[in-house]
């Protein structure tokens, strides 16, 4: 016999395996990775234009300034 707690541990396991949800977070990962290179894209240009001596990593969806690499 199957306890309750059991159950929703497998309902759980099934949500998250699900090719629903798969897909969403593939797409949701897709759009921030593509906003990311427009943000980089664009940061990158104004950093150029303003004559900064750092280059403009982004890493996981964080944009750092960072001394050039040598």
Known sequence: MVSEKDKRK????????????LLKVQHDTFINTHINKICY???TKMI???????T???RRGVFTLE????
């Open 10 to 21: 497998l309902t759980l396991v099934q949500t998250l395996q699900s090719p629903e949800l």
């Open 41 to 43: 894209n664009l940061l």
């Open 48 to 54: 150029q234009l303003r004559g900064f001596p750092e």
């Open 56 to 58: 403009l990593f982004c």
């Open 67 to 70: 001394p050039h690499p040598s």
